[in-house]
Nanobody, 128 residues
Framework: QVQLVESGGGLVQAGGSLRLSCAAS????????MGWFRQAPGKEREFVAA????????LYADSVKGRFTISRDSAKNTVYLQMNSLSPEDTAVYYC?????????????????????WGQGTQVTVSS
């Protein structure tokens, strides 16, 4: 089992930055591929970024590529999402997700259904 708690959301002006954190507990975090998703009001949940625990591979949505960075601190059992050059279109609830027991060198996944643990979400609001 993996429990996930996001933090770091808030209100920021366009062009600003935020860093989201996802603190994980549970024995299987070390072998879990991790992802970030977001859901804006009235829209479907969409993929943002993902990483593979066993490689340096990362994957990003086109809309955030070059602006967002996903990273992991295994010593702290935490995954981060550094968000730069934020725009109002980035306003959403951001969710952290884990695919527990990911096999060695499994690539990062962009499909929400591939993940079996989710956090409660953290609100990010970008004002114009």
């Amino acid at each position: 089992q993996v429990q996930l708690v996001e933090s770091g959301g808030g209100l920021v002006q366009a062009g600003g930055s935020l860093r989201l954190s996802c603190a994980a507990s549970g024995r299987t975090f070390r072998t879990s591929n991790m992802g970030w998703f977001r859901q804006a009001p009235g829209k479907e949940r969409e993929f943002v970024a993902a990483e593979s625990w066993s490689s340096s591979n990362t994957l990003y949505a086109d809309s955030v590529k070059g602006r967002f960075t996903i990273s992991r601190d295994s010593a702290k059992n935490t995954v981060y999402l550094q968000m730069n050059s934020l725009s109002p279109e980035d306003t959403a609830v951001y969710y952290c997700a884990a695919k527990s027991g990911s096999r060695w060198f499994l690539p990062p996944q962009s499909i929400a259904g591939e993940y079996d643990h989710w956090g409660q979400g953290t609100q990010v609001t970008v004002s114009s």
